[in-house]
């Protein structure tokens, strides 16, 4: 956590709702899942997913693949 963003972000009126999930760089045995990351290029916004099947349709729908951004523990609901 990057405690000047955090506060840089406070102070432009966001909530601090503490720390969510933890984000790592492996999979470790399977035990953790990945979250994925997509570009609309219209939109100009990106996306996280969780799921495969929310992932395979945004990019039906025209959202550009990034990848795997990280990974995070399987009992998270993303």
Do not use: F, I, Q, S
């Given at each position: 956590?990057?405690?000047?963003?955090?506060t840089t972000l406070q102070n432009r009126g966001w909530a601090n709702e503490g720390i969510v999930f933890r984000a790592y760089t492996s999979q470790w045995?399977?035990?953790r899942r990945a979250v994925f990351r997509l570009y609309h290029e219209g939109?100009?916004?990106?996306?996280?997913?969780?799921g495969v099947s929310e992932?395979?349709?945004l990019m039906r729908s025209g959202w550009r693949y990034e990848g795997i951004t990280f990974y995070v523990d399987r009992i998270i609901n993303i």
């Open positions: 956590m990057n405690r000047t963003e955090v045995l399977g035990l939109a100009r916004k990106h996306y996280l997913t969780g992932r395979d349709a």
